[in-house]
């Protein structure tokens, strides 16, 4: 009798696990994305995508992870950025009716092009526009896609003159013509309105108002940027940034 409980546990020993659902790396990698393990998460995220090559939830949030962790990280920005483009194109490939795919790509397309020369960021930017509108297109009240709507317009308008002329009429950027600070300013405070808890809209929100000249406005939204608790991966970075950017307003 022994003997033979011997073997049966031997056997169970060496029968492999059920390999993981993509859902259930999805949700492992929530977990961790909750608590701001960027790293962590983006592993299960990948897991998710070996599980299943389709999964368009898995490959958005794979990119999302990885800009983030981009951001800040001078020697990986690039590589990370690249990452990040890669799996939402990809997302956008699996499922091009999904909102969040598309805000993912033009969210990766746009931090990847702020660190580029001027010509280059002025070639990213209309596939920014078309993707971020996209994204509004299925899911309007999408805060993330208005964010980035609302940087669109910010940039455009951080141009100089000659910049923006040279992106109008030799780059073939039609829409640029359609930026201003007040649609930067609508669309950032509607993304803050839906989510007041986001530490970085406040942040973007406050760049806008100090370059519209609105001081007061800039200074409220950087201190609310402050009061907020950190929660993402990046708000200490964030937070920091307001502290500088409050103290160098006058």
């Not at 073997?7 to 990698?29: C, D, K, R, Y």
């Not at 949030?61 to 483009?85: H, P, T």
């Amino acid at each position: 009798m022994k003997m033979r409980l011997a073997l049966v546990a031997t056997i169970v020993a060496f029968v492999p696990l059920a390999a993981q659902s993509a859902a259930e790396h999805i949700a492992l990698g929530d977990k961790d994305h909750a608590v701001g393990n960027a790293m962590s998460a983006m592993k299960h995220y990948q897991e998710a995508v070996q599980a299943d090559e389709k999964n368009a939830e898995a490959l958005w949030r794979v990119s999302a992870e990885a800009v983030d962790l981009g951001e800040f990280n001078d020697a990986k920005r690039d590589s990370l950025y690249r990452v990040g483009e890669d799996y939402a194109r990809r997302a956008v490939a699996a499922d091009p009716k999904s909102a969040k795919a598309h805000f993912a790509l033009a969210k990766a397309i746009g931090r990847r092009a702020l660190s580029l020369g001027t010509r280059e960021r002025i070639k990213y930017a209309n596939a920014v526009h078309e993707e971020a509108t996209l994204s509004m297109s299925l899911d309007s009240i999408n805060p993330g896609a208005l964010h980035v709507l609302g940087l669109w317009h910010a940039n455009i308008m951080r141009l100089n003159g000659i910049e923006r002329f040279f992106a109008k009429n030799l780059l073939g950027g039609k829409t640029f013509g359609e930026a201003s600070w007040d649609a930067a300013a609508r669309y950032l405070e509607r993304a803050s309105a839906l989510e007041p808890d986001r530490i970085v809209h406040a942040l973007d929100l406050a760049g806008v108002y100090r370059d519209r000249d609105e001081k007061a406005k800039a200074r409220e939204q950087y201190q609310r940027a402050l009061s907020l608790k950190a929660m993402e991966f990046n708000d200490k970075n964030y937070q920091a940034k307001a502290q500088k950017e409050l103290s160098e307003l006058k």
